[in-house]
């Protein structure tokens, strides 16, 4: 019974194209995240969301956009899809988004744009 | 400009004995760090956590330790086991948690047997 899931976990797809990445927790948190792994290895923040609400957004390009249709789902859209977009998509939630929570990561989707 | 440093890409321990994994962070506003356990293929998993306000966390085989003025943390494993393999990171978080962790690099942790 999986808390986090994401899907697909893996996407192959060319350059210009536009893909989502979907999300969902079944833990009833309320604060969901989605992180990059670049190439290099680093996990960045790119959005977290709380009640529907976006908390933060880490300057990331505006083709990049969360939706999320309900508490339980936090799906990540991507436009104009370019070669440095490739790397694994990590979707989190925690309880309430509190600075001393833990969060809890899927098995990340691997993206590789061609 | 990196914000939390694992300088160590990759150790290797004896199965048995104590692993050391360190960490070191920039911002002494950072109150909240967690190290984080990620296997090939699979999301991190959260492991152990310290507040700033201690200078140390147990919690069975882990132990977590934290010296604020020289900005280090540094996670003890003892005894490693095999299953201890896998890549481990150092992640803060600094106030609201809804602004997400900041992660280090990592350290591939190898157990040899």
């Known amino acids: 019974d999986t808390a986090v899931s994401q899907t697909p976990k893996y996407l192959v797809t060319q350059m210009g194209n536009d893909k989502s990445i979907k999300c969902e927790q079944n833990?009833?948190?309320?604060?969901m995240y989605w992180y990059k792994q670049d190439s290099k290895k680093f996990l960045k923040i790119m959005f977290s969301?709380?009640?529907?609400?976006?908390?933060i957004n880490e300057t990331v390009p505006n083709r990049f956009s969360p939706k999320s249709p309900d508490k339980a789902h936090l799906n990540l859209h991507i436009n104009s899809l370019e070669l440095g977009d490739s790397a694994v998509y990590f979707c989190?939630?925690?309880?309430?988004?509190?600075?001393?929570?833990?969060?809890?990561f899927g098995p990340g989707t691997r993206l590789l744009v061609l | 400009d990196q914000q939390v440093k694992q300088n160590s890409p990759s150790l290797s321990v004896q199965e048995g004995r104590i692993s050391i994994l360190n960490c070191d962070y920039t911002?002494?506003?950072?109150?909240?760090f967690l190290w984080y356990k990620k296997y090939p293929a699979e999301g991190p998993t959260f492991l152990i956590s310290?507040?700033?306000?201690?200078d140390k966390n147990e919690d069975g085989r882990f132990t977590v330790f934290l010296n604020k003025s020289a900005k280090h943390l540094s996670l003890h494993i003892v005894p490693s086991q095999p299953g201890d393999s896998a890549v481990y990171f150092c992640?803060?978080?600094?106030?609201?948690?809804?602004?997400?962790?900041?992660f280090g690099k990592g350290t591939h942790l190898i157990i040899q047997p």
């Open positions: 989190a939630s925690s309880p309430t988004g509190g600075p001393e929570e833990t969060q809890y």
């Open positions: 833990l009833g948190h309320d604060t």
């Open positions: 969301y709380n009640n529907k609400e976006l908390i």
């Open positions: 911002n002494s506003m950072f109150d909240y």
């Open positions: 310290i507040s700033s306000i201690k």
């Open positions: 992640a803060v978080s600094s106030g609201g948690g809804a602004d997400g962790l900041t």
